[in-house]
C-alpha cells in the first residue's frame, strides 16, 4: 500500500492543523500516526482501524489531537489543536498490520513519505 500525507506546515503556538494520510488501497488493518522531532526518536501519536475503532492516542496528544477516517476516500485525518512548540516534528502515517490497537512501529509497514509540522512559541 502507498501512502500520502499532507497538511503540515507552520502555525504558531495554541494553532491547529489537520493532517491527511491517502492510502492507495485498504489492505492493512487501519492507519498510524507517528512523529520524529530532531534529535529524538520516532514517536507514537495515534492510530485507528478502517473500522473506526481500535484507537488510541500517546499521552502527550490526548485531549489535543483527534484521529479520524474516511473508509470511501481511504484517508485518515490528525485534526492537532493547541498545538505546543514540543510538537514539531516531521509526522509520517503508516499501515498498521495489525488488528488491535497498535503503537509500536514494528507493528506498522508500507510508511509515507512524512510532513513537517512546525509550531513556533
Known amino acids: 500500500v502507498q501512502l500520502q500525507a499532507s497538511g503540515g506546515g507552520l502555525v504558531q503556538a495554541g494553532g491547529s492543523l489537520r493532517l491527511s494520510c491517502a492510502a492507495s488501497?485498504?489492505?492493512?488493518?487501519?492507519l498510524g500516526w507517528f512523529r520524529r522531532a530532531p534529535g529524538k526518536e520516532r514517536e507514537f501519536v495515534a492510530t485507528?482501524?478502517?473500522?473506526?475503532?481500535?484507537?488510541s492516542y500517546s499521552s502527550s496528544v490526548k485531549g489535543r489531537f483527534t484521529v479520524s477516517m474516511d473508509y470511501a476516500k481511504r484517508t485518515v485525518y490528525l485534526q492537532m489543536n493547541s498545538l505546543k512548540p514540543e510538537d514539531t516534528a516531521v509526522y509520517y502515517c503508516?499501515?498498521?498490520?495489525?488488528?488491535?490497537?497498535?503503537?509500536?512501529?514494528?507493528?506498522?509497514?508500507?510508511w509515507g513519505q512524512g510532513t513537517q509540522v512546525t509550531v513556533s512559541s
Open positions: 503508516a499501515a498498521k498490520r495489525v488488528i488491535s490497537i497498535a503503537t509500536r512501529p514494528e507493528e506498522y509497514d508500507s
Open positions: 485507528i482501524g478502517w473500522s473506526g475503532g481500535a484507537i
Open positions: 488501497e485498504r489492505t492493512s488493518f487501519g
